[in-house]
């Protein structure tokens, strides 16, 4: 009995023992079951580690992040929760989820040893707002229009703030893919520090305040956190230069560029398509030798962004035309003046909803944009540009214009606003070339408008106003007229300037409307007015406070010259030989021999006589005188020698007729005249030039035998007493012989 108590009393030992360990089993299960199924209570975030917790961060949670490159997009899930929303509240939503604290200083906070997750939190920690406030971030005032930012909901001003702030849930839920930046220093994957800073800037100006704090705080070590909040680039005057725009891709809610303190060279730009969002840019580029053609910009950089709707580029080198435009539907403005852009304005009609358009001071040509067919235009400005021809028809067009100093043949009366209210007029110092008027004595006077400026026009009914005319306007102080040669690359806006040291014409001419033609002018020159250029300027009748169309005409006078009767001593145009005729005769007149010399038209000429044998020159050797178009005549005269043994000849190669007078090529006769004298061979001419330095005397000794002409033999002079035979007695010996032999022969028979 006691051995089976006893071993009763062992089994109930090990049964209570084995029961021990079933319930001690069935404990560690169910406690085990109970921790997978329990829930993880958020404490609230009163404030952000401080910055030497996030050591701890990095090296348990950002070593993988670090490997991953930089330039690629960030893929960020929608439904993962940001570091902070859009009102800047750190997460404050989320804190509806705990239960609220007692106070501030019983709030429980997660340290990186419990939550690696918990981000970085800045220098100076900052309350957290109430949860179940909502505080507005201060948006920074915009440059330039824009797309307005994201706005939250406003708490009413009477909204009681609750004891202590709500805990905020610390751990976030993980994303679905990790950005490559998330736990990066911004200097790794935004190189240009003047960007990086400008940025950090711009997202704290940006940060809301609670009790006079804000409520974050970026920097480069944790902007990764806040790259949801930048929608905007500013610079400033503290903003230094800016050579890369890298980095830019990380952030998905930008839409702005605006720089206007500095300049921004071509290799800074990035292809902007990794800014899809992107709609407002506005650049000063640099002079930096890079290519600045519009249309490789455009391409390059802009090509794929079709959200634009702000395109400003002024003051920028811009060179090429401006291209087509027509795929960015958005835009509603483009601002390009002080660049030089060439080519024709091209057709805008295609973009609904721009209503402005500034290409001022460029160098742009062509005829003025057609504009009344665009949609949505308001305000155009293409001054200081070579615009040409007459405007087109503005009656559907309402708005602003400016269309100053071009080379516009035509202007508008008025410029109507938007509501066909009258506006200023900007259509003044139109440069035109004019035309030119020959004057003569009894036709003085002449119109230098009237097919140079061809009307204006009502904007009303797109018309030419029949009754609106010019008027002459004064060029510089005193001066409506200038005389003077205008040089045609003077900038248009030097025009007054150089009008002012021109030489004054206004008295020279009376100026007078036109009846019928409004808006010619009829000039009248009061005197005899010289050739050469002229310039004035002339305005639209209704020019007035409100401006209007002004004009610089330019043009010529060239007066028609008398008829000349002509002078017979001045030489036919274009002869520049004169010929002078050298003849020698006897102290008879009879020629012995002639020759011709040459020269120019109003030189000298000297001329030395000839040494003829068997002759001897009577008067001076030398004559001399001037050469002329009519030719002239030297002749010399000779006395022939009473013995000279030989019987010197003259030349036989140009025998003389001595009863033949000899006459020159010009049909006058040479020889008959006084010894040694100069003689014009001129037709219609009696002047006879004796000889310069040439005083001959006549011959005062008369022989018995006369000079042989040129064309005979010479022959020998008989001698003293030689005896000659005369002809009858050589006549008289034939007879004789004749009559003997008659004699003779009848004798014989």
Known sequence: MNKMASETKVHYKSYKAGKRWMVASLSVVTLGLGLLGATETAQAKTAEAPDDTSSS????????????????????????ETPGDASGQGGAAEAKEAPAAEAPGNTAVETPETNPKTPEAPATPAPTAPADTQVKPAAPEPAAPAENPEE???????????????????????????????????????????????????????????????TYVATEANLYQYVDKLQSIDDDATTGPITDFTGLNYFPNLHSLNFTNVRIPVSALIDFSVVPSLSYVSFYLANDGANHDLKTIMDT??????????????????????????????????????????????????????????VSHNQLSGAFPDIGNWPAMTTLNVSYNQLTGDLPDLSHFRGSLSYMFNHLTSGVIQDLGENGEPEVNYGVYQRLQGKTFKLSADQRSFDPVTGV????????????????????????????????DLDPNLPTEEIPAWAATAEDATDWFSVQGISGNKVGLTFTAKQDVPDGTYTIQVVNQSFGALWGYSAYITFKIENEKPVDPGNPDTPDPGVTTGTVTIVNVDQDG?????????????????????????????????ASGTYTAGGQTVTFTYQVLSSGGDGDAVDPTNPTDPKKPVVDETGDTVNGGSAAQVVSAKRGSATTTTAKA?????????????????????????????????????????LGTVLTGLGLKRKSH
């Open 57 to 80: 961060i990095k090296s348990g949670t950002t070593t993988e992040a670090k490997q991953v490159t930089l330039n690629t997009t960030p893929q960020v899930d929608e439904k993962a």
């Open 152 to 214: 939250t909901d406003t708490p009413a001003p009477d909204t009681p703030a609750p004891k202590s702030p709500a805990p905020i849930k610390a751990a976030r839920t993980a994303r679905a893919a990790v950005s490559p930046i998330d736990g990066v220093n911004a200097s790794e994957w935004i190189p240009d520090v003047s960007l990086r800073t400008q940025i950090i800037k711009v997202i704290n100006k940006m940060a809301p305040t609670y009790n006079g704090q804000p």
């Open 301 to 358: 950089y802009f090509s794929h962004n079709e959200n634009l709707s702000f395109l400003k580029l002024p003051d920028s080198y811009l060179t090429g035309s401006i291209p087509d435009l027509s795929k960015y539907t958005k835009l509603t403005m483009i601002y390009l003046p002080n660049n030089q852009l060439t080519g024709s304005i091209p057709d805008l009609s295609s973009i609904p909803e721009l209503w402005s358009v500034d």
């Open 453 to 484: 400026v061809t009307g204006f026009q009502d904007m009303k009914t797109g018309q030419i106003d029949d009754n609106e005319g010019t008027w002459t306007a004064a060029l510089a102080n005193g001066i409506t007229i200038a005389y003077g």
């Open 590 to 622: 009879q020629v012995i021999s002639q020759s011709q010399q040459t020269g120019n038209v109003g030189d000298a000429f000297t001329i030395t006589a000839p040494t003829i044998k068997g002759y001897k020159l009577v008067g001076d050797r030398v």
């Open 694 to 734: 040439v005083n001959l005397a006549t011959t005062s000794t008369a022989d018995t035998a006369a000079a042989k002409p040129a064309s005979q033999p010479a022959t020998t002079l008989p001698q003293t007493d030689e005896t000659t035979t005369s002809a009858w007695a050589g006549l008289a010996l034939l």
